[in-house]
């Protein structure tokens, strides 16, 4: 079976006639005819039902272009890239990120000032372990992660096998946060014991990864913690936040208009600068001037 026995008995499928499809292709009827039953013969069905009227699909011949108009599909997707150089717009720049809010607010303060007529840009939201994948295998530009006092030995051996630096940008004190009507939001600073009594929200990651790629902080006290929501993306996270007594625990930065106005932050008693946050890039390289102005985007909104 070729390629162009699957266009053949495509155009007579939608031509209706063998006849038709023939003249379509440039080719005479009886070439046409013992192609495609050369074909049936080969897959051992019958394409299609003949009549006077034409030619229409059998179960078997629909099912046969079910399976293999994908194939088609995927060698126009081929061609269109191996033939068809299209050079990137002088303004491209592709950035994974953990799901931080104010991360997306930098992006957009970022993306107004710089105001480019032309551009391709990648915005990934995503877990720390796809984040580091994404960077080691040059799909991103630039990453931004966390480390924590109990994950930063494992991190950064994790990072030097991949050839990849971590470069702070600021440490911040792990805080809790939940809906500003929580029973607890009366409280100027949070002991976790007092939580358990609450859900704990946390991101879904990969069960087969180390826990160090946990997308929390890891804090004495969360493996204690029995009542658990996992999340797969950050808009459900503020909706499930919002709207129960469940809690998480992160930064604490929950910028306007990014995070959820119902939401509030407080700090974890104990817990003063475990976060350090910043971007991760391969080795001994010069950010581009676009990755350059986005870490200071955030640098700024960091600092509000």
């Known amino acids: ?3 162009q026995q699957i266009r053949y008995v495509l155009e007579i499928s939608r031509c209706g006639s063998i006849s038709k499809a023939a003249q379509v292709l440039c080719l005479t009827q009886p070439y046409l005819s013992n192609i495609l039953k050369d074909l ?4 051992h069905i019958t394409m299609f039902t003949r009549t006077r009227k034409g030619v229409t699909l059998t179960e078997a011949g629909n099912e046969f272009l079910q399976y293999a108009r994908p194939l088609l599909e ?3 997707r081929i061609l269109e890239l191996y033939t ?3 050079e ?3 303004f491209h720049i592709s950035i994974s990120t953990q799901r931080y809010p104010f991360i997306i607010k930098s992006f957009y303060q970022f993306f107004r000032r710089c105001d480019p007529q032309q551009f391709e840009i990648h915005l990934r939201e995503c877990s720390m372990d796809r984040v580091i994948r994404d960077v080691h295998e040059q799909k991103s530009d630039l990453g931004i992660i966390f480390l924590s006092t109990a994950t930063e030995t494992f991190i950064r051996k994790y990072l030097a096998v991949r050839d990849l630096e971590f470069n702070e940008i600021v440490s911040i004190s792990p805080c809790v946060f939940f809906r500003k009507t929580h029973p607890m939001a009366g409280r100027a600073e949070i002991q976790l014991e007092e939580m358990q009594d609450y859900p704990f929200a946390s991101f879904e990651s990969d069960s087969s990864l180390s826990i160090d790629f946990s997308e929390e902080a890891l804090l004495a006290g969360t493996s204690a913690l029995t009542r658990r929501f996992f999340i797969t993306d950050r808009g459900t996270m503020i909706n499930l936040l919002t709207h129960t007594d469940a809690f998480s625990i992160g930064t604490g930065i929950l910028s306007e208009g990014f995070a959820g106005p119902e939401l509030t932050s407080r700090p974890i008693k104990g817990h003063h600068e475990e976060i350090r946050l910043g971007w991760i890039q391969p080795a001994g390289l010069t ?3 676009e990755a350059a102005a986005f870490i200071q985007e ?7």
């Open 1 to 3: 079976m070729t390629l």
């Open 40 to 43: 049936e013969g080969q897959l």
């Open 74 to 76: 995927q060698e126009q």
């Open 84 to 86: 068809h150089h299209v």
């Open 88 to 90: 990137k717009p002088p």
């Open 287 to 289: 950010l581009s001037d």
């Open 298 to 304: 955030v640098q700024q909104v960091l600092s509000a």
